[in-house]
């Protein structure tokens, strides 16, 4: 996640991704019979669940933030679009929940072409078509958006709640289809799916900056090593 606000640090992503494999390891262990193994498992799911929720949540902007690494450091100022991850794992407690009325506030991810990966309103969000290729800054990412979507499902079939409603699901999840198009030279509009998005018109941007990157014209070897990258996230986002 190049160019995020919040940098690197200790996040809901990762701890949410261990919480859930802690989970997993725990049933297949249970599955054999293996009774010791997933009860040192199930622990560490708890501790993980416990730890993400009491050192990553900010009680004041009601959202899971990044805590750079280091004595005394304190949660980043800017709420992003993986802080919803937990809910993929169904990790968070019910009053944690609050959390989801940024996914339909302008002023928060809600874009017409693409959730973005930074709330809006941050002083350092950007759409920008300078500087590194793949910014996590503000445009809108597939694969993130995958994964709050299914967060978003989770919360919905398995919490109660009234912030959001399985309107607004639909709603996000319209829009997340419709934006995996492209228009080609010759006016034709074919299935497709990228790397960052402009979350305003729907352009494709490391695309649109490929067609300039080396000497005012097409790179075909950075257009090859955008390509895998691609690839490798097509499966997770649909």
């Given at each position: 996640?190049?160019v ?24 297949i ?35 899971f933030k ?31 929940s ?15 072409f693409?959730?973005t ?35 978003m ?6 919490y ?12 996000l999840l319209?829009?997340?289809?419709k ?39 097409w ?20």
């Amino acid at each position: 996640m190049e160019v995020s606000i919040g940098g690197s640090g200790y996040r809901a992503t990762i701890n949410a991704y261990m919480y859930g494999d802690a989970l997993a390891i725990a049933r297949i262990a249970e599955h054999f019979g293996r009774k010791d193994v997933a009860a040192r498992f199930l622990a560490k799911a708890a501790e993980i669940r416990r730890l993400t929720q009491e050192k990553l949540w900010d009680p004041a902007a009601q959202f899971f933030k990044v805590l750079p690494r280091g004595e005394g450091s304190q949660l980043s100022d800017a709420r992003e679009l993986h802080g919803y991850t937990p809910w993929y794992f169904n990790l968070p407690d019910r009053d944690k929940s609050i959390a989801w009325k940024q996914v339909v506030d302008r002023r928060g991810f809600y874009a017409p072409f693409g959730l973005t990966t930074a709330e809006q309103r941050h002083p350092k969000f950007a759409i920008s078509y300078q500087g590194h290729e793949c910014q996590w800054n503000g445009p809108s990412w597939p694969f993130a958006t995958a994964i709050t979507l299914t967060a978003m499902a989770n919360l919905l079939n398995n919490y109660r709640q009234e912030v959001v409603q399985g309107s607004d699901y639909f709603a996000l999840l319209k829009i997340y289809t419709k934006a995996q198009h492209l228009k080609r030279a010759d006016g034709r509009v074919t299935p497709w799916i990228d790397e960052n998005l402009n979350p305003t018109n729907g352009d494709w941007i490391s695309r649109t900056r490929l067609k300039t990157w080396k000497n005012g014209d097409w790179d075909p070897g950075a257009a090859a090593k955008n390509a895998a990258r691609t690839i490798t996230i097509q499966p997770i986002a649909t």
